[in-house]
């Protein structure tokens, strides 16, 4: 009878309630060790299930990102109003500094055009008057 309990509480699955009720209302130490066993392989094979749909989900998730790097079109995330107004306003100030700089660059080559011809102007020594 003992072996047949114990047996029983080995192979024990979540479905058999009332076996398990029968089996929890034991007295034998042998009976209530086969049941804590039984509950953590059941435990242990929830976790694994869990860890494999994690597994899953992560391989989803890499596959996207490769797909993402090859080169296949991405969708850009909606962004808020205020982050909006903010790539606006950084917008603008990448445009003023492009003017500066080309502004910059103008009167450097004036500058330089200036110098040329005054250096072009002096007479050599070495020349007749």
């Known amino acids: 009878m003992r072996a047949a309990l114990l047996l029983s509480a080995c192979f024990l699955g979540l479905g058999a309630v009332a076996q398990a009720q029968d089996l929890r209302d034991s007295r034998d130490p042998l009976v209530a060790h ?3 066993d039984a ?8 976790i694994e299930a869990s860890n494999a749909q994690d597994r899953a989900r992560t391989a989803v998730v890499l596959r996207e990102l ?6 296949a079109p ?8 205020s982050t909006a107004r903010m790539n606006q306003d950084l917008a603008q100030h990448y445009a003023e500094r492009a003017r500066s700089v080309d502004q910059l660059e103008r009167l450097t080559q004036d500058a ?3 110098s040329n011809a005054r250096i072009r102007a002096i007479k050599p020594a070495s020349e007749p008057n």
């Not at 509950?39 to 929830?46: G, T």
């Open 34 to 36: 086969a049941l804590q």
């Open 66 to 71: 490769d797909a993402q790097r090859a080169g």
């Open 112 to 114: 330089l055009d200036e």
């Open 74 to 81: 991405t969708l850009r995330p909606l962004t808020d109003p």
């Open 39 to 46: 509950q953590r392989a059941q435990s242990a094979r929830e």
